[in-house]
């Protein structure tokens, strides 16, 4: 029973990574931009994160930072796609190679570094008195109580506020929408940077809360399987709650099979992620209807092309 | 007082009417593009030229905010990649991995089809081929090496044909699947190398492979006859493309599914075809390195060539010949970061970042081949 608990628990706090980038993700490409640069970005978040931790053992900067940097891969992204009409798909891929190697030039520094401050757990008084459910969700650090709340709030934006409306209807149809007077080209770019800034906070909570070190390439494509995760949530921020902490929950079983004397070569349990992944794809494009697909995702819109 | 009051409040208002002024100036810019009606190869290559320029910029404040001289660490890359026999002989070691991936995810493309797996075929084609050196009988030379080059591409097809099955039957997103399955495929490797294949001394490699499996060298340096090899598929796959009924019909799927479709081209097979061909390609350069230059499988046989390969693939396009000549370009710059790495103790990655510049530099710049970009106020 405690070993379920144990792992139970580290689901929500292992899912919680992936579940700020999903709904960094989910906000971008709500708006028709596809980034595939997620891999890049959380590496740059996470390395940034530690690094200010590190030297100004100041949290609330490290996260700031990490958000910042975040933003900054987001805006450079909308750039090279919007302004500058780029293939989403290379950029998204250049995006990734270049956090991939900025995060490992600059990181080199921080190698074997130990942070003196980190998140702590601040159980919530009362709720984690309930059985069970108190343990495995209420005793847990601030960021994660924070990613509870946030796909309740974007969620809320963009069903019923005017702001989340614009977003759907660039993502759906840009050219309809700068006819009703949305501004896509701006929405886009907000998009762009706003998802930039969670899948940079996912980022350093992973380096700063999670793991409490950096690491080279330390994302080890978690950044490919938010992607597919979003798909799976259906554009859905909702769903993204059942996807991020489902996908924490099997990642900590397949990782514990030698628990339960299930006879597997343990180095080869570090695939466990991305299969789980390729089987949550194959599952829902077997079962499930993918309605929020916005129509626009992934091709250049042409504002002069209007007339 | 009073004076000095309304003469800061009036010089404040002077330097906000000023940046207000600036900030009214670039808000009414507009960008305005005309297409081009027809873009001269010249101009193309001027434009080309000017953004490799420009990620070199970029990559030399990268460079410089290491505190290192980013023109010594130019020249650096310069003469360490084309200075000396020795140098260009390790520069077309490297060219040839990149040739090979090159090809693999450009013949995937040239279908609209992302193949960002090359990776993960270069490591399964690898780990099937020295299966065979490990478990299989040691051959003559010609007949061993024929094994092993079959293996690698056939270990390659079997990795790339996962994603194609799932693309074409599940309508999965490839770029993700072909992406995931490099972690799978290193994992894989991974298995054999700390389990039944680890060296005596308990390090993560094969022991050396027998003479009969290694590649000949020609003559120049360590350069193998992996190149030939690449350089006859390089014709051949130009000969396939360009003219033959199937490279047709390639070509005609990549540029209109729908066209495609009422030609009567099976294009469910059509995908298959190419996926199982790119794979191929990208295990026989897993081949080659373990052949022809590492001489036994270990964890670093590719330094990210897959990647990189995606790299070659979008800046040559379809063009196999053009493959060759973005390959080399590559390959010094890959050849250049080692030495930089050596010499001025810049981290590894620096190799990465210049690569993604280039990357973005290429990218960016297509909009100035297709339109004229003009900046013109007002609405």
Not at chain 1, 160 to 174: F, H, I, V
Not at chain 1, 210 to 226: F, H, R
Request: glycine share 10%; hydrophobic share 55%.
């Amino acid at each position: 029973m405690t070993d379920i608990i144990t792992i139970l628990y580290a689901a929500i706090a292992s899912g919680t990574i992936i579940l700020y980038a999903t709904i960094g993700e989910i906000i971008t490409e709500r708006s028709g931009i596809l980034n595939l640069g997620v891999e890049g970005i959380m590496l740059m978040g996470a390395f940034f994160g530690f690094y200010l931790a590190y030297s100004t053992e100041s949290l609330l900067l490290a996260i700031i930072g990490a958000a910042v940097i975040g933003g900054l891969m987001g805006l450079i992204h909308a750039f090279m796609t919007i302004t500058l009409q780029a293939n989403q798909v290379v950029s998204g891929l250049a995006l990734t190679m270049f956090g991939t190697g900025a995060s490992a030039f600059f990181g080199v520094s921080m190698v074997g570094k130990t942070l003196k401050t980190s998140f702590e757990a601040i159980p919530i008084p009362l709720l984690n008195k309930i059985p069970v459910l108190g343990e495995i969700l209420f005793d847990h650090n601030i960021l994660v109580y924070f990613a509870f709340v946030l796909p309740v709030i974007v969620w809320f934006v963009f069903n019923r506020t005017k702001w989340g409306l614009a977003l759907r209807s660039s993502g759906e149809e840009p050219l309809s929408s700068e006819i009703m007077g949305i501004k896509v080209i701006k929405i886009r770019y907000i998009a762009t940077i706003v998802g930039g800034v969670f899948i940079g906070i996912s980022g350093a909570y992973l380096s700063v809360a999670y793991s409490k070190l950096w690491v080279e390439g330390m994302t080890a494509g978690k950044g490919w399987i938010t992607i597919a995760l979003v798909i799976f949530a259906n554009w859905n921020p909702l769903i993204a709650y059942g996807g991020a902490y489902l996908f924490g929950g099997l990642t900590q079983l397949g990782l514990n099979l030698q628990k339960f004397n299930i006879p597997f070569p343990i180095i080869l349990l570090k695939s466990t992620p991305y299969v789980f992944t390729l089987l949550f794809l194959l599952f829902i494009s077997i079962k499930g209807k993918r309605s929020n697909l916005p129509k626009a995702l992934g091709e250049s819109y042409f504002r002069e092309s209007r007339g | 007082m009073l004076k000095i009051k309304t003469l800061i409040v009036g010089l404040l208002k002077k330097i906000a009417h000023f940046f207000h002024n600036i900030y009214c100036y670039f808000k009414s810019l507009r960008i305005k593009l005309e297409q081009k009606e027809r873009v001269s190869k010249r101009e193309e290559l001027i434009i080309t030229l000017s953004a490799i320029g420009i990620a070199f910029v970029l990559s030399g404040i990268f460079i410089a905010l290491n505190g290192v001289n980013p023109f010594v660490a130019l020249w650096k890359v310069i003469v360490s990649a084309l200075g000396s026999p020795y140098g260009i002989s390790e520069t077309l070691v490297k060219a040839i991995p990149l040739i090979f991936t090159g090809l693999a995810v450009a013949i995937a493309l040239n279908s609209k089809l992302w193949n960002i797996g090359a990776e993960g075929q270069l490591f399964f084609g690898a780990t099937l081929a020295t299966a065979f050196i490990i478990y299989g009988p040691v051959l003559p030379k010609p007949l061993e090496i024929t094994v092993l080059i079959a293996l690698g591409a056939i270990g390659g097809a079997l990795w790339a044909g996962i994603p194609a099955i799932l693309k074409i039957k599940f309508k999965m997103n490839e770029v993700i699947s072909t992406l995931l399955l490099n972690y799978v495929a290193i994992n894989i490797a991974d298995y054999f190398l700390f389990g039944p294949w680890k060296g005596k001394d308990n390090f993560p490699y094969t022991p050396e492979f027998p003479p009969e499996a290694k590649f000949s060298r020609i003559g120049f340096g360590r350069v193998h006859a992996g190149l030939i090899l690449a350089l006859v598929l390089v014709v051949l796959l130009y000969i396939l493309i360009y003219h033959t009924k199937t490279g047709y019909k390639l070509r005609m799927t990549g540029s209109s599914l729908k066209a495609a479709k009422y030609a009567g081209i099976n294009i469910k097979k059509m995908m298959f075809m190419v996926f199982l061909l790119s794979g191929a390609l990208a295990g026989l350069a897993g081949v080659s390195q373990i052949c022809g230059i590492e001489y036994k499988l270990h964890q670093h046989i590719s330094t990210g060539y897959g990647y990189t390969g995606i790299i070659v693939a979008w800046l040559a396009r379809t063009n196999p010949f053009i493959i060759v000549i973005f390959a080399i370009f590559l390959s010094i710059l890959l050849k250049g970061a080692d030495s930089l790495q050596i010499a001025m103790r810049l981290p590894a990655s620096v190799g990465v970042v210049m690569q993604a510049l280039i990357l973005f530099a290429i990218l960016g710049s297509e909009l100035f081949k297709n339109y004229n970009v003009k900046l013109i106020r007002g609405k």
